[in-house]
C-alpha cells in the first residue's frame, strides 16, 4: 500500500502526466478542425482529443496524484507542531549552529520572542517558537484549488449549451441542445419584448428639395446630436437615424419657433402627419455604421406569470434559475422584421472553477511572499541557544535571525527581523 502511494504521489508521475498532457494539447491544436476516420461523419478535434476517453484518464490520473499530493501535505501540516516540539524536547539541536544567548529566564525569553512576533511553546527545557505559521497550509490549500478547479470541469459535462431564433414579441419554452441535437425545455418561457442596435454617430447627408418643383435646394452634412442651418430661418436638428430603414428623425424650428419632430424616410416614401416647413427633407446618404451596442429586452415568463424584465446586451448576459442568456446574432428577413440569436448555457461547475481559480492565485501569492518561520531556544553552557528550525535560509535568513538573537539577548532591537 505504501508503494502505491508513493507511486501516485511521486513528483515524477506529476511531470510525466503533465508533459504528456501537454505534449496532446500540442498535437489537438496543430491538427485539422475536423478529421475524417473511417466512411463516417467528419470528427472535430475537440472530441477526438480532449474529449477522449484516454485524455480523461490522464485527468484522472494527474487528479489521483494530486489527491496523493495534497494528502501528504496535509498530514505535514497537521503534524509540524508536535514534530518540532518533539524535536526540541529532545534536545537534538542543542549542539546545531546558531546564537548563543545570556542566562536569562524562559519567562523572559517567552515574552522576548512573542514581542517579536513568534508564539511561543514550552517543550521540556526548551521553547518551541513559530511565526506565520497559517502560511504554512498555502501548499496544501493550493493543491485543493488545482482539485477544486478540474471537479469544476468535470461537473460541467452535466451541463448544457443550446441556442434559438426568436422574432421580436415571440417566445420560446424550449431550445436546440447542441449536445443531444434535439430540443431542451427550459423550465420557463423566454420572450423576445424588443431588439435596437445602437450605433456609434453617423455622418449623413440631407437632401432639402422644393416640393413644387422636386428640385434639389441644398445638401447638408450633419450627424446625430447635431444642428444645421438650411436658410430661410429653418434650423434643422438631428435626433436619430435608423439606417436599417433609412429613417430619419428630425426636430424643426423656424426663426426660433418650433415646428415639431420631423420623420424624413428615403425614396417617394412620406411620413404622416409631418409638420410643413415648406420644404421636402429626405436622407440622400450615410456612411456604413458600426454598431456600438446591441440591446435586447425580454421576459421570463413561469406559468404564464411574467416573473422578470431585463435587459440583455453584449458582455452582459441575464441569468436566470443558473442558466446564463446571452445575445449572440441579429437580423432582418425579407419582410424587415428584427429576430435575434440567443445562447442559452448552464454549467454547474462554473462556481468550483471561478472559486478554485481565486484561491488558486490567493495560494500562490502566500506561497511566494509568506514564508513560516520556527526556531528553538535550547539550554546551552548555563544559558540558551537560538537556533532557526525553518525560514531562514539564505544570507538574508542569517541576517533575519542574528537580529532576533539580538532582540532577544537584550543588544538591541533591529527593525527588520519580520521582513
Same mark, same amino acid.
Given at each position: ?37 473511417? !466512411? ?155 431588439? +435596437? ?46 439606417? +436599417? ?7 424643426? !424650428? ?51 406569470? +411574467? ?106 532591537? !533591529? ?5
Amino acid at each position: 500500500m505504501q508503494r502505491l502511494l508513493d507511486f501516485f504521489g511521486s513528483v515524477r508521475l506529476t511531470l510525466a502526466l503533465l508533459m504528456t498532457l501537454a505534449v496532446v494539447a500540442i498535437g489537438g491544436t496543430l491538427q485539422p478542425v475536423e478529421q475524417a476516420l473511417g !466512411e463516417g461523419p467528419p470528427v472535430k478535434r475537440f472530441d477526438l482529443y480532449f474529449q477522449s476517453p484516454w485524455y480523461r484518464l490522464l485527468l484522472f490520473l494527474l487528479a489521483v496524484n494530486l489527491a496523493v499530493c495534497t494528502w501528504r501535505t496535509l498530514r505535514r501540516a497537521l503534524g509540524e507542531r508536535q514534530r518540532l516540539a518533539a524535536q526540541v524536547a529532545a534536545g537534538l539541536s542543542a549542539n546545531s549552529a546558531g546564537h548563543d544567548l545570556p542566562a536569562l529566564s524562559a519567562a523572559e525569553l517567552t515574552v522576548r520572542l512573542g514581542a517579536a512576533g513568534y508564539r511561543v511553546t514550552p517543550c521540556g527545557n526548551g521553547l518551541l517558537g513559530r511565526s506565520r505559521a497559517a502560511s504554512r497550509w498555502a501548499v496544501p490549500v493550493l493543491h485543493l484549488a488545482v482539485i477544486a478547479i478540474m471537479a469544476g470541469a468535470l461537473a460541467g459535462a452535466f451541463g448544457f449549451v443550446g441556442t434559438v431564433n426568436l422574432y421580436v414579441t415571440h417566445q420560446v419554452d424550449s431550445i436546440f441542445d447542441w449536445d443531444s441535437q434535439g430540443q431542451r425545455p427550459l423550465g420557463f418561457a423566454f420572450r423576445l419584448d424588443h431588439f +435596437e442596435p445602437t450605433y456609434y454617430p453617423i455622418d449623413l447627408q440631407i437632401a432639402v428639395i422644393d416640393p413644387r418643383q422636386m428640385q434639389l435646394l441644398q445638401t447638408l452634412t450633419t450627424r446625430e446630436g447635431e444642428t444645421v442651418a438650411a436658410g430661410n430661418g429653418l434650423v434643422i436638428r438631428v435626433l436619430r437615424f435608423y439606417p +436599417e430603414e433609412e429613417h430619419l428623425v428630425l426636430f424643426l !424650428e423656424r426663426n426660433g419657433r418650433p415646428l415639431g419632430e420631423y420623420h424624413a424616410l428615403s425614396g417617394k416614401r412620406d411620413y404622416p402627419n409631418n409638420p410643413d416647413p415648406g420644404v421636402l427633407i429626405k436622407p440622400a446618404a450615410f456612411r456604413d455604421p458600426v454598431v456600438k451596442q446591441l440591446s435586447s429586452q425580454v421576459t421570463i415568463l413561469e406559468n404564464d406569470q +411574467e416573473v422578470r424584465q431585463a435587459v440583455i446586451e453584449v458582455n452582459s448576459p441575464l441569468v436566470h434559475r443558473g442558466v446564463a442568456i446571452y445575445q449572440t446574432a441579429y437580423a432582418r428577413d425579407k419582410n424587415g422584421f428584427w429576430y435575434c440569436g440567443f445562447q442559452f448555457s448552464r454549467d454547474p461547475g462554473e462556481p468550483l472553477v471561478w472559486g478554485g481559480s481565486i484561491v488558486l492565485v490567493l495560494a500562490l501569492l502566500t506561497v511566494f511572499t509568506v514564508r513560516p518561520r520556527s526556531v528553538a531556544l535550547v539550554s546551552h553552557a548555563g544559558g540558551w541557544r537560538l537556533v532557526a528550525l525553518g525560514g531562514f535560509r539564505g544570507e538574508a535568513g542569517r541576517e533575519r535571525l542574528a537580529a532576533l538573537a539580538n532582540v532577544l539577548g537584550g543588544a538591541g532591537s !533591529e527593525p527588520d527581523i519580520n521582513r
